[in-house]
């Protein structure tokens, strides 16, 4: 079986001491992060990204990846301890899992949830083996008015799948493509948007516009909010969890791996999203539901599984289809485009060191997550309590490394100073930031693909409904549309509705 | 919050507006082959009219607007000026001195600032603790293949 014969290359490949160095630099940087409030991985992935550029492709990605899911085992731990989330996907463990903390079960807890991480992530790395073949095998089929058609699904799907309002979410689309027309035209090469710089010639520049937007802003965030963080003093005892424990566990970590996974498949869905679904399922279903909120280890089982499933799940589109369904994919597909390997339909026949020993990596990276989480969690205790007033500046400190080392260019960093700025602007009028950057790294793509189809059809705008793929994604997106204008009008509706009955009283 | 509101949908509708010009400049081209203008006439042209219509629904709106407050982080709270103002110039200055200075005594001050603004209040820990990450972060950024300016540290042999 193809497979099984790539799996075992991939494993040969990753069985060097130096790529098992770079995963477990990658899996222990993304528990640091995940585990420390204030720098996610996105920022941690757009720090280390400069230091990957003199290692090979497959080993740059084998970090990077490990970040990220190595910040889904990290969140948990503080989520526990201290009841404050690491990183936005670990919010929901804070409901149950400081409860048991407080209850003496800080262990059971933080057993359960590497348990449960481990056990959705090995499960989305099975089905990202498997169903990334077929989803390539149909891509290959796709020109480019299905590549655009796509484009507009995945962000569509992301604005009606934004927890905000999708008014906003659709502005920072919007605005998000604007900045990707920064630069060299994609077609004709003449500069846009320039103004006679050289640094914006090469456009606005992924890093320093992540750095800015999630990492400084987050900071600016902070100042002035209360930091105080009480760790839980209790020894922490018996990480493994009971029959009992797993027995109430076992049915909301497989509903969290299949939730979790497809979920990351979606653009806009994610690790967050199955978190929240998981805890209100698990809830629903529950003989016990109120429990949940004090202590149930259910509501800690399902949500970190999902949210690893997730984060294997988010694999699929970027590899198969070289579409990243949420912001930490799209700056993973930058880092490979960097290296010279295009995610797509053909990586997986171009380049099979890189998508095999990605999996591989995975596995052998999970194993490492499970060690240190579990036996080496006080290690994490010790970090939990370095105070934020030392903590804010060495996370800026990385910020400034990470946007100058990027090009070695001072301009980077006001880039990434500006956007800092902007970012913090934003959030305080309740936009949502993932919409910007999936729509930069993805504007490029979409306008290329848009041209193309218009050259291939003479300046017609049909082939886009001609083409059956085509069609057929458009119809979903425009679907999803007027479904989120007619819920916006009924809302609207209702409004007035009450205001002239209560005027009328 | 709601004239914070009303300022950034005018914005928007700037912004819009600009981009269109801006890509009429660049050619629009024709529809059998399109300009490099097209794609952000037309991006530019839809942020002015949603933007356009959010602010024309928002003067109508007798009520307090939703959407304003009903993103994931819309915060009234006051926001403290003061030490984001010293953050902001902080890292800008730091920015545009970095490859003048270079990267030891940049990050230096730029700590010492930020420390101090991040709530230490004696000198010596902030100066102590300064001094040790800048050389900590320098070797160990430079050992994972990051080349930092020297500035005038290059007069005495650093590259």
């Not at chain 1, 990658?26 to 995940?34: A, I, K, S």
């Not at chain 1, 990183?87 to 400081?98: H, K, N, R």
């Not at chain 1, 934004?162 to 035209?185: E, K, P, Q, R």
């Not at chain 1, 299949?258 to 967050?272: H, N, S, T």
């Amino acid at each position: 079986m193809d497979v099984i014969h790539g799996l075992i290359a991939g494993f040969q490949s990753i069985f060097h001491p130096d790529i098992l160095f770079y995963c477990f630099i990658g899996v222990f940087v993304g528990t640091l992060v995940g585990v420390l409030p204030g720098i996610g991985p996105i920022g941690a992935m757009s720090i280390l990204l400069p230091s990957t550029y003199g290692i090979s492709p497959a080993a740059s990605i084998i970090m990077l990846a490990g970040i990220y899911y190595g910040a889904m085992y990290g969140g948990s731990t503080t989520s526990i301890l201290v009841n404050i989330p690491g990183e936005a996907a670990s919010v929901v463990t804070c409901l149950d899992g400081y409860q048991m903390a407080r209850q003496g079960r800080a262990g059971p807890a933080l057993g359960i949830s590497a348990m449960g991480s481990f056990i959705g992530g090995t499960f989305a790395i099975v089905a990202l083996m498997f169903l990334s073949f077929p989803l390539a095998d149909a891509a290959v089929k796709f020109g480019a008015p299905e590549f655009f058609s796509v484009m507009v699904l995945a962000m569509t799907l992301l604005t009606y799948l934004a927890s905000g309002s999708t008014f906003n979410a659709i502005l920072m689309v919007l605005v998000g493509l604007i900045l990707g027309c920064v630069g060299m035209d994609p077609i004709s090469g003449i500069p846009r948007f320039a103004f006679g710089s050289t640094t914006l010639l090469d456009g606005v520049g992924l890093v320093p516009v992540a750095m800015g937007l999630f990492g400084v802003s987050e900071v600016l965030m902070n100042i002035g909010a209360p930091q105080d963080r009480t760790v839980l003093n209790a020894k922490i005892k018996n990480l493994l969890p009971s029959r009992q424990d797993w027995k109430r566990s076992i049915g909301p970590i497989w509903r969290g791996s299949i939730m979790g996974f497809f979920l990351g498949i979606l653009p806009g869905g994610g690790a967050v999203m199955s978190t929240f679904l998981s805890y209100t399922t698990e809830k629903k279903l529950s003989k016990d539901p109120e429990k949940f909120g004090k202590g149930a280890i259910e509501g800690v089982a399902g949500p970190e599984t999902a949210n690893n499933a997730a984060a294997g799940g988010s694999f699929v589109p970027m590899m198969a289809l070289g579409i990243p369904p949420n912001a930490i994919m799209a700056l993973l597909l930058a880092a490979l485009i960097i290296h010279g390997v295009t995610p797509g339909p053909l990586l997986m026949s171009q380049h099979p060191e890189v998508f095999w020993g990605v999996i591989a990596s995975m596995y052998v990276g999970n194993i490492m997550l499970v060690f240190l989480n579990l036996p080496l969690v006080g290690l994490w205790v010790k970090i939990l309590k370095v105070p934020y007033r030392m903590l804010m500046p060495l996370i800026l400190l990385c910020c400034l490394i990470g946007a100058y080392s990027t090009n070695n260019n001072a301009m980077d960093v006001v880039i990434m100073i500006v956007f800092g700025a902007v970012g913090y602007v934003l959030r305080r009028a309740g936009y949502e930031l993932a919409p910007l950057i999936l729509a930069l790294i993805l504007g490029p793509l979409m306008e290329t693909n848009f041209r193309n189809s218009l050259t291939l059809s003479d300046g017609s705008f049909l082939i886009f409904l001609t083409r059956p793929i085509s069609a057929t994604l458009l119809v979903i997106s425009a679907l999803l549309l007027v479904s989120t204008g007619f819920s916006a009008y009924r809302k609207t509706k209702k409004r007035i509705v009450e205001e002239t009955g209560g005027a009328g009283d | 919050m709601k004239r914070f509101q009303i300022c950034l949908t005018v914005v928007w509708i700037g912004l819009g507006l600009f981009v269109s010009a801006y890509s009429l400049r660049l050619g629009l081209g024709a529809l059998v082959r399109p300009g490099p203008g097209l794609f952000p006439f037309c991006l530019g042209l839809i942020i002015a009219l949603l933007a356009l219509y959010k602010l024309l629904s928002k003067q109508l709106r007798k009520d307090r607007d939703e959407e304003g407050t009903g993103g994931p982080e819309g915060s009234p709270q006051q926001a403290p000026v003061g030490r984001l103002a010293v953050l902001a110039i902080t890292l800008f200055a730091y920015a545009l001195l970095l490859e003048t200075l270079g990267y030891i005594i940049t990050t230096f001050l730029g700590l010492a600032v930020l420390l101090r603004t991040g709530g230490y209040e004696k000198w010596i820990p902030i100066v102590v603790y300064a001094l040790i990450i800048s050389a900590v972060t320098y070797f160990g950024f430079t050992y994972l293949g990051t080349m930092f300016p020297p500035g005038i540290l290059r007069h005495v042999g650093m590259h």
